[in-house]
Protein backbone atom coordinates (compact mmCIF):
# COMPACT_ATOMS: atom_id res chain seq x y z
CA UNK A 1 0.00 0.00 0.00
CA UNK A 2 2.31 3.46 -1.44
CA UNK A 3 -0.46 5.92 -0.27
CA UNK A 4 1.30 9.01 -1.87
CA UNK A 5 4.43 8.62 -3.53
CA UNK A 6 6.87 11.73 -4.69
CA UNK A 7 9.36 11.71 -7.24
CA UNK A 8 12.29 12.63 -7.18
CA UNK A 9 13.47 12.79 -3.66
CA UNK A 10 16.10 15.24 -4.23
CA UNK A 11 17.54 17.45 -6.83
CA UNK A 12 19.79 20.43 -7.79
CA UNK A 13 18.80 22.97 -9.87
CA UNK A 14 21.09 25.91 -11.39
CA UNK A 15 18.75 29.31 -11.29
CA UNK A 16 16.50 29.59 -14.66
CA UNK A 17 16.46 25.51 -15.34
CA UNK A 18 12.82 24.11 -15.02
CA UNK A 19 11.34 20.75 -13.87
CA UNK A 20 8.43 19.01 -12.47
CA UNK A 21 7.61 16.92 -9.67
CA UNK A 22 5.55 14.22 -9.49
CA UNK A 23 2.83 13.01 -6.85
CA UNK A 24 0.77 9.58 -7.30
CA UNK A 25 -1.75 8.46 -4.80
CA UNK A 26 -3.84 5.21 -4.92
CA UNK A 27 -5.97 6.04 -2.42
CA UNK A 28 -8.36 7.55 -4.88
CA UNK A 29 -8.22 10.77 -3.20
CA UNK A 30 -10.41 13.56 -4.98
CA UNK A 31 -8.61 16.42 -3.18
CA UNK A 32 -4.75 16.63 -3.59
CA UNK A 33 -2.25 19.69 -2.29
CA UNK A 34 1.03 20.65 -2.97
CA UNK A 35 2.99 22.11 0.07
CA UNK A 36 6.27 23.94 0.48
CA UNK A 37 7.75 23.92 3.77
CA UNK A 38 11.05 26.02 4.95
CA UNK A 39 12.24 26.50 8.69
CA UNK A 40 9.90 28.54 10.96
CA UNK A 41 7.26 28.96 8.18
CA UNK A 42 5.40 25.21 8.84
CA UNK A 43 3.66 23.71 5.17
CA UNK A 44 2.60 26.87 3.25
CA UNK A 45 -0.17 25.78 0.09
CA UNK A 46 1.52 26.16 -3.46
CA UNK A 47 -1.71 24.68 -5.24
CA UNK A 48 -4.43 22.69 -4.55
CA UNK A 49 -6.70 20.61 -6.87
CA UNK A 50 -10.83 19.19 -5.81
CA UNK A 51 -10.66 16.73 -8.88
CA UNK A 52 -9.29 15.64 -12.03
CA UNK A 53 -8.92 18.75 -14.01
CA UNK A 54 -9.28 21.28 -11.92
CA UNK A 55 -6.88 23.05 -10.03
CA UNK A 56 -6.69 26.45 -7.55
CA UNK A 57 -4.25 28.75 -6.71
CA UNK A 58 -3.31 28.65 -2.51
CA UNK A 59 -1.35 30.69 -0.60
CA UNK A 60 2.03 30.89 -2.10
CA UNK A 61 1.38 30.47 -6.11
CA UNK A 62 3.85 32.58 -7.51
CA UNK A 63 5.98 30.83 -10.22
CA UNK A 64 4.71 27.26 -10.14
CA UNK A 65 2.06 25.74 -12.35
CA UNK A 66 0.49 22.39 -11.57
CA UNK A 67 -1.80 20.00 -13.99
CA UNK A 68 -4.26 17.00 -12.54
CA UNK A 69 -4.99 15.52 -16.02
CA UNK A 70 -5.30 11.90 -14.34
CA UNK A 71 -7.23 11.34 -10.84
CA UNK A 72 -4.32 9.51 -9.19
CA UNK A 73 -1.56 12.42 -10.55
CA UNK A 74 -0.62 16.40 -9.08
CA UNK A 75 2.35 17.69 -10.86
CA UNK A 76 3.89 20.70 -9.95
CA UNK A 77 6.20 22.93 -12.65
CA UNK A 78 8.62 25.72 -12.14
CA UNK A 79 9.18 27.22 -15.58
CA UNK A 80 12.11 29.11 -14.14
CA UNK A 81 13.78 28.10 -10.76
CA UNK A 82 15.09 31.11 -8.58
CA UNK A 83 17.19 30.31 -5.28
CA UNK A 84 13.79 31.49 -3.25
CA UNK A 85 12.43 28.00 -4.18
CA UNK A 86 14.67 25.91 -2.83
CA UNK A 87 12.55 24.19 -0.10
CA UNK A 88 11.36 20.81 0.52
CA UNK A 89 7.99 20.21 -1.24
CA UNK A 90 5.16 17.73 -0.19
CA UNK A 91 2.48 16.19 -1.61
CA UNK A 92 -0.51 15.51 -0.39
CA UNK A 93 -4.38 14.00 -1.03
CA UNK A 94 -7.84 13.57 1.15
CA UNK A 95 -10.99 12.53 0.59
CA UNK A 96 -12.53 15.94 1.06
CA UNK A 97 -11.74 19.49 2.24
CA UNK A 98 -13.47 19.15 5.77
CA UNK A 99 -12.08 17.07 8.80
CA UNK A 100 -10.76 14.41 6.64
CA UNK A 101 -6.82 13.76 7.15
CA UNK A 102 -3.93 14.85 4.49
CA UNK A 103 -2.18 11.89 3.58
CA UNK A 104 1.44 13.04 2.99
CA UNK A 105 4.34 11.90 0.80
CA UNK A 106 8.36 11.61 2.23
CA UNK A 107 8.58 14.79 0.32
CA UNK A 108 11.17 16.23 -2.30
CA UNK A 109 14.24 18.23 -1.29
CA UNK A 110 14.81 20.81 -3.80
CA UNK A 111 17.72 22.68 -3.52
CA UNK A 112 18.43 25.69 -6.33
CA UNK A 113 21.77 27.50 -7.06
CA UNK B 1 -5.97 36.18 6.94
CA UNK B 2 -6.22 33.17 9.57
CA UNK B 3 -3.35 32.85 10.74
CA UNK B 4 -2.67 30.10 13.39
CA UNK B 5 0.00 30.67 15.61
CA UNK B 6 2.09 27.59 17.58
CA UNK B 7 3.58 28.17 20.82
CA UNK B 8 6.31 27.22 21.54
CA UNK B 9 8.28 27.08 18.50
CA UNK B 10 11.00 24.89 20.44
CA UNK B 11 10.41 22.86 23.67
CA UNK B 12 13.53 20.75 24.81
CA UNK B 13 12.66 19.04 27.65
CA UNK B 14 13.89 15.77 29.53
CA UNK B 15 12.40 12.34 29.49
CA UNK B 16 9.00 11.94 31.98
CA UNK B 17 8.66 15.83 32.08
CA UNK B 18 5.23 16.96 30.69
CA UNK B 19 4.74 19.76 28.39
CA UNK B 20 1.70 21.83 26.57
CA UNK B 21 1.44 23.06 23.27
CA UNK B 22 -0.91 25.64 21.85
CA UNK B 23 -2.64 26.71 18.92
CA UNK B 24 -4.50 29.83 18.87
CA UNK B 25 -6.28 31.79 16.07
CA UNK B 26 -8.57 34.96 15.80
CA UNK B 27 -10.57 33.09 13.68
CA UNK B 28 -13.41 30.30 14.34
CA UNK B 29 -12.84 26.58 13.10
CA UNK B 30 -15.11 23.80 11.68
CA UNK B 31 -12.43 21.63 13.03
CA UNK B 32 -8.27 21.09 13.85
CA UNK B 33 -5.97 18.92 13.29
CA UNK B 34 -2.69 17.89 14.50
CA UNK B 35 -0.31 16.15 13.11
CA UNK B 36 3.46 14.58 13.82
CA UNK B 37 6.57 14.91 11.45
CA UNK B 38 9.24 12.94 12.28
CA UNK B 39 12.66 14.24 10.10
CA UNK B 40 13.07 13.07 6.14
CA UNK B 41 9.32 12.32 6.57
CA UNK B 42 5.87 14.07 5.55
CA UNK B 43 3.51 14.84 8.40
CA UNK B 44 1.02 11.93 9.82
CA UNK B 45 -2.44 13.09 11.70
CA UNK B 46 -2.61 12.12 15.33
CA UNK B 47 -6.00 13.60 15.80
CA UNK B 48 -8.96 15.59 14.75
CA UNK B 49 -11.09 17.72 17.15
CA UNK B 50 -14.57 19.12 15.67
CA UNK B 51 -16.66 19.97 18.51
CA UNK B 52 -15.89 23.25 21.10
CA UNK B 53 -14.70 21.96 24.49
CA UNK B 54 -14.08 18.56 22.78
CA UNK B 55 -10.95 16.20 24.50
CA UNK B 56 -9.63 13.44 22.82
CA UNK B 57 -6.90 11.22 24.48
CA UNK B 58 -4.54 9.11 22.62
CA UNK B 59 -1.97 6.52 24.95
CA UNK B 60 0.00 9.75 26.75
CA UNK B 61 -1.48 12.58 24.44
CA UNK B 62 -4.59 14.66 25.29
CA UNK B 63 -5.95 17.23 22.77
CA UNK B 64 -8.28 19.99 23.47
CA UNK B 65 -10.46 22.44 20.91
CA UNK B 66 -11.47 25.30 22.83
CA UNK B 67 -14.76 25.98 23.76
CA UNK B 68 -15.37 28.68 21.39
CA UNK B 69 -13.28 26.71 18.37
CA UNK B 70 -10.49 29.22 18.51
CA UNK B 71 -7.79 27.15 20.08
CA UNK B 72 -6.15 23.90 20.92
CA UNK B 73 -3.85 22.57 22.86
CA UNK B 74 -1.76 19.29 23.08
CA UNK B 75 -0.78 17.74 26.45
CA UNK B 76 2.03 15.08 26.53
CA UNK B 77 2.11 13.36 29.73
CA UNK B 78 5.67 11.70 31.00
CA UNK B 79 7.24 12.90 27.36
CA UNK B 80 9.32 9.97 25.91
CA UNK B 81 12.43 10.40 23.60
CA UNK B 82 9.94 9.02 20.59
CA UNK B 83 7.79 11.75 21.09
CA UNK B 84 10.73 14.10 19.49
CA UNK B 85 9.39 15.54 16.54
CA UNK B 86 7.48 18.81 14.75
CA UNK B 87 4.17 19.13 15.76
CA UNK B 88 1.80 21.08 13.43
CA UNK B 89 -1.45 21.93 13.80
CA UNK B 90 -3.61 22.25 10.45
CA UNK B 91 -7.58 23.96 10.72
CA UNK B 92 -9.61 22.75 8.77
CA UNK B 93 -12.91 23.83 6.86
CA UNK B 94 -11.40 27.35 6.24
CA UNK B 95 -10.69 28.73 2.62
CA UNK B 96 -7.58 27.21 0.84
CA UNK B 97 -6.13 30.79 -0.21
CA UNK B 98 -5.42 31.68 3.41
CA UNK B 99 -2.59 30.03 5.93
CA UNK B 100 -3.88 26.90 7.49
CA UNK B 101 -1.46 25.05 9.18
CA UNK B 102 0.45 26.67 12.19
CA UNK B 103 4.63 27.16 12.09
CA UNK B 104 4.90 24.29 14.05
CA UNK B 105 6.79 23.28 17.62
CA UNK B 106 9.61 21.58 17.11
CA UNK B 107 10.22 18.72 20.88
CA UNK B 108 13.04 17.58 21.77
CA UNK B 109 12.82 14.87 24.28
CA UNK B 110 16.41 14.22 26.05
CA UNK B 111 16.91 10.33 27.65
Known amino acids: NAGVTQTPKFRVLKTGQSMTLLCAQDMNHEYMYWYRQDPGMGLRLIHYSVGEGTTAKGEVPDGYNVSRLKKQNFLLGLESAAPSQTSVYFC????????????FGDGTRLSIL | TQLLEQSPQFLSIQEGENLTVYCNSSSVFSSLQWYRQEPGEGPVLLVT?????EVKKLKRLTFQFGDARKDSSLHITAAQPGDTGLYLCYAGGTSYGKLTFGQGTILTVHP
Open chain 2, 49 to 53: VVTGG
Open chain 1, 92 to 103: ASSYSRSNQPQH
